[in-house]
């Protein structure tokens, strides 16, 4: 079924897609003529096939569980930001904040993703095929991140639990995200999230980030700068 | 928040159509910015008259025209709405203390290619008033409002220019300008209102006595404290500048025929060709420029 944004309201596309009939089983929907608009696909909860012919504005496939959502071209801030279950797959760039918060499901970025690419992420395994912008995976606090080109300042600022694999250089780390060993499960894990990208790279040509667990508790030796 | 918008035109294939470029780009950009909206619209121009364009406020067209035939040798009066281009052959070091000391208008900007409008309401309202639609020109930059650290008036709309040619528009606010106003004040600046972008233009002015405007924009890095996405425009094109946060957003598009700049992509949906443009985010602290 196509919906065509310059015919519908984007309000009455998004309704349609979250209120999808499930004794009609029709499944796969594509959305056409974007142009840019915000919130398309947001808040989407049954397993659906959408395919968005365009480049889209900010909060894309917002809060996503089980819709299996492709964008043909570029996305605006925020892509798949609190993104519960599912798979978001972006096949050109992604602006800033992508994966925000999400906590489950995957986010396919097959281009380069902004600045704070997956901050304070909970869960969700993010997949960039290109490089991230600063700031990335800013306070992430679970999940994986994988970089297959180069990472900018400050990778895994103020990090919790998130694993981050990066191919490239990275620019510079952030307050307590340090380089960690590759263990047999981080390689296994990571073929499998490459091979979910159909990617054919192989883990030993990544480096792993993690946090240094330093900034967990308070340093009493700390206490006379408050 | 604030939406801006540009166009260089690297052939002459769209000079025709860059004010209905413009106002679709204004007008979609309303969201992010009702208050007021302007445009900075420059042409080629070989001769020797320069043009001032002026806001009446609330001085009538009539009074403004006798009262000024009597103090400047002027060529051409063009009145659109509540503006005027006042195009004469005289230097500026001339035409501008005349004007600056006229009372109740404001001189919005001067320069052998360059025109500006700008007025408080929604920008569709603007656009409309001053008829962007049938504008045509080699590069222009718009602005659309929602004002945050000064009045919404005239004087607080963007574009500012604040030299020959120059402009600029601004989505951010700066942290130090009240610093930085005293500064440029003692080296002999000129400022209108209270606001922000207002003294960054006044910087780049200043700066740009000494320096070419990528070197001026790289130098503001390092001088100019908060949030910011600049596009600032000369006679010859225009340059884009982002702060090292880069949480103000921008977009470009860039096609054999045009490089266009937004705040956002949809402002930019509408623009012939543009699946098929180059479409990439400014990165942050580099300055990108555009000229002839």
Redesign the interface.
């Known amino acids: 079924m196509i919906l065509d944004l310059k015919k519908l309201k984007l309000r009455s596309v998004n309704e349609k897609l979250q209120n999808i009939d499930r004794k009609k089983n029709k499944r796969d929907f594509v959305v056409s003529n974007p ?4 919130a398309i696909c947001a808040g989407l909860t049954e397993n659906i096939d959408v395919t968005i012919k ?5 909060y894309c496939a917002g809060m996503n569980q089980n819709a299996n959502i492709i964008v043909d ?2 996305v ?2 925020g892509v798949a930001e609190n993104m519960m279950s599912g798979k978001v797959h972006v096949k ?2 992604a ?2 904040s992508a994966g925000a918060t999400a906590h489950g499901g995957t986010l396919i970025i097959d281009g380069d993703a ?2 704070r690419c997956g901050i304070s992420m909970k869960g969700v395994d993010i997949i960039v095929k290109g490089s991230v ?2 700031m990335s995976a800013f306070m992430a606090q679970s999940g994986n991140l994988v970089v297959c080109g180069d990472a900018g300042e400050a990778l895994g600022d103020s990090l919790y639990e998130t694993n981050i694999y990066v191919k490239g250089k990275v620019k510079s780390l952030g307050a307590d995200c340090e380089e960690k060993k590759m263990n047999k499960q981080h390689k296994t894990k990571l073929k499998e999230l490459l091979k979910k990208a159909g990617s054919n790279i192989k883990p030993e040509q990544f480096k792993r980030y993690g946090s240094a667990r330093k900034l967990y508790n308070f340093n009493i030796d700390n206490v006379s700068n408050y | 928040m604030c939406g801006i918008v540009g166009i260089y035109l690297k052939s002459k294939k769209f000079e025709k159509s860059l004010g209905r470029m413009l106002s679709k780009m204004l007008i979609s950009m309303e969201s992010r910015g009702p208050d007021s909206a302007g445009f900075a619209i420059y042409n080629k121009n070989k001769n020797k008259i320069y043009k001032y364009s002026i806001c009446l406020n609330e001085v009538s067209f009539e009074k403004f025209r006798k009262e000024i035939k009597k103090k400047i040798i002027f060529t051409k009066l063009d009145k659109n709405s509540d503006h005027i281009i006042l195009k004469s052959t005289e230097k500026p070091s001339k035409i501008i203390p005349i004007l600056e000391s006229f009372k109740g208008i404001s001189l919005v900007g001067y320069g052998k290619s360059i025109e500006i409008f700008k007025q408080v309401g929604k920008p569709s309202n603007v656009v409309k008033k001053f008829d962007l639609d049938n504008f045509s020109g080699t590069h222009a930059i718009g602005h659309t409002r929602m004002a945050t650290e000064s009045a919404i008036t005239t004087d607080g709309s963007h574009p500012y220019s604040t030299g020959e040619d120059e402009c600029l528009v601004h989505n951010g606010s700066l942290s130090n300008h009240n610093n930085l106003r005293r500064k440029l004040k003692k080296n002999g600046s000129k400022f209108n209102s209270d606001n922000d972008t207002e003294v960054a233009a006044g910087y780049i002015s200043d700066s740009l006595k000494d320096r070419n405007l990528k070197q001026t924009l790289k130098k503001g890095l390092s001088d100019l404290g908060g949030f910011y996405t600049f596009i600032a425009g000369t006679h010859s094109g225009f340059a884009v500048l982002r702060d090292e946060i ?2 103000k ?1 921008a ?1 470009i598009a860039e096609t054999k025929d045009y490089v266009a700049i937004s705040s ?7 623009l012939p060709n543009v ?1 098929n443009a180059k ?3 400014p ?2 602290g580099i300055v990108y420029s555009w000229g002839r």
């Open positions: 142009e840019g608009n915000h365009g480049h889209v504005g900010y071209g570029n605006g801030t050109g760039n602006s800033q902004s600045s912008g600063h | 880069a949480c957003p977009v956002e992509f949809q402002a930019m949906a509408h699946n479409i990439f985010e990165e942050p």
